[in-house]
């Protein structure tokens, strides 16, 4: 893999993953755009100890546009774009409307005495999986996969040297049913200035697990249960293993985990790495092949945090949808909203059958 950056014409940094290593790639950002936001504003609440971020510039970014005005195609003759060059492979760019960045501009002590105000300080990435308008990442070819898989984790370690950086989370958002603003096949990656909810909320119960066991790795136990019990394994291979959480929130959701525990996706092997794609993609297509639709949905990678409790963690991957039915969606109503207490449609154990016979 050869990798490239330049700077595009407002700053922001882009980078490269070819697979070829003689591929050109000098030609320069010819739009005039303005300088890009500052950080957003961090508000703390203190109600449920976490972190809000305000980030007003999102308003005006660009929503659903014509195939012919996606800023994620290359760029060709005229009509120019956040890639310059006129054909790539994998690109990761520093997004133009980042909810965390850098750029940090004065903001107040607090709000209120309950409720400090600190700068959105860290990075928002788009990642680019091909130049194809039309394709998926479904639709990737085995190779390919590894390609990004290795920028991910180029920029895992990349991100995690940035001052104030506490977590790097990697994920793809696909259709407008998720809430998808553009459709050509990508991905992001947040590096957040603090420990997200969802990630503390795994650290708690795996160190209480590791307490009670004599420090034994939750996720790994709960693993090794799944493939033990094999009624909720959709696929698996000599390194990782598909299957839907006995407790799963969503309708249809599969982890996807490396048999050696890992704290990232840095930390894989190259045989990881090669056995993931196969995998992965076969269960990208037993998705859309659930309803024979294209199929929404949130692929979520789970990275130990930077610099507490690494040992706890055990990288994975969270896929999972919205749609319940064929013509019907789950939508997160009074109880998953108002009170975070979630409630499934779908047996696991059948949404775990009905992913092996799509």
Not at 9 to 28: K, M, P, S, T
Not at 51 to 75: E, G, K, M, N, Y
Request: aromatic share 8%.
């Amino acid at each position: 893999m050869k990798r490239t950056a330049i700077d595009l014409a407002d700053g922001r940094e882009l980078i490269y993953f070819d697979e070829r290593d003689d591929a050109v790639r000098d030609q320069r950002d010819r739009r005039d755009l303005p300088p890009p936001p500052p950080a957003s504003q961090l508000r703390y609440d203190p109600l449920t100890d976490e972190w809000v971020a305000v980030a007003v510039h999102r308003q005006t970014r660009i929503f659903l546009p014509p195939a012919d005005q996606c800023p994620l195609c290359p760029s060709r003759g005229d009509r120019l774009s956040e890639i310059p060059a006129p054909d790539y492979d994998v690109v990761v760019f520093e997004n133009r409307f980042p909810s965390f960045s850098g750029r940090i501009a004065e903001e107040p002590a607090e709000i209120t005495p309950f409720t400090p105000v600190r700068p959105g300080q860290g990075r928002c990435e788009v990642v680019c999986f091909t130049d194809d308008h039309h394709a998926s990442f479904g639709s990737l070819p085995p190779h390919r996969v590894r390609t990004v898989l290795d920028a991910l984790a180029d920029r895992t370690l990349a991100l995690a040297e940035l001052p104030g950086v506490e977590q790097v989370f990697c994920f793809e958002n696909r259709g407008v049913e998720i809430g998808v603003t553009l459709h050509h096949p990508h991905g992001q990656i947040y590096a957040y200035p603090f420990v997200t909810p969802r990630t503390r909320s795994l650290l708690t119960a795996a160190r209480r697990h590791a307490e009670r066991t004599g420090g034994r790795n939750l996720y790994a136990d709960v693993l090794a249960a799944e493939r033990a019990a094999g009624e909720r394994v959709v696929a698996a291979n000599e390194h990782w293993t598909a299957y839907v959480p006995a407790a799963a929130r969503w309708p249809f959701e599969v982890h996807i985990a490396p048999h050696r525990p890992v704290p990232d996706i840095p930390a894989l092997d190259d045989a990881e790495r090669d056995a993931f794609g196969p995998l992965y993609l076969d269960l990208l297509r037993r998705f859309d092949g659930l309803f024979d639709l294209p199929m929404p949905y949130i692929s979520a990678w789970h990275q130990a945090p930077l610099r507490i409790d690494r040992e706890l963690g055990h990288l994975h991957l969270q896929l999972f949808s919205i749609r319940r039915a064929k013509d019907k969606l789950k939508y997160l109503a009074g109880s998953e909203s108002g009170m975070g207490v979630f409630i499934n449609d779908v047996a696991p154990e059948r949404a775990a059958e009905l992913l092996r016979a799509a």
